[in-house]
């Protein structure tokens, strides 16, 4: 299974970022997931977060002001759980056209 996690973000005000992150692949490797549950630092309200969405790639938008490991867990079809983390990266990245 060859997925990768990308995390995109854009600064709105000093200091603050919106950002979002989500899941690459084949899309019969996509198509596999049930579910992704995406463990974020602690000091958000609500830190475990369900994505069942994926016509987004499994797409989770937040907002925040620090970089942390994201914890990444993928529920698959067949039963199984695999486990990712990713890095947030909170800087401005250019989108390319």
Do not use: C
């Not at 069942?52 to 937040?62: G, H, K, V, Y």
């Amino acid at each position: 299974m060859k997925i990768i996690t990308r995390n995109e973000a854009i600064e709105i005000r000093p200091g603050w970022f919106r950002w979002k992150i989500y899941l690459e692949g084949e899309g019969s490797e996509l198509d596999k997931i049930e579910y992704v549950e995406y463990v974020l630092h602690p000091t958000f309200p609500n830190p475990i977060v369900k994505v069942t969405d994926r016509e987004s790639n499994f797409l989770l938008e937040a907002e925040g002001w620090g970089e942390f490991m994201i914890k990444i867990n993928l529920f698959m079809k067949d039963g199984s759980v695999k486990h990712k983390e990713h890095w947030l990266q909170l800087f401005e990245q250019e989108t390319l056209h």
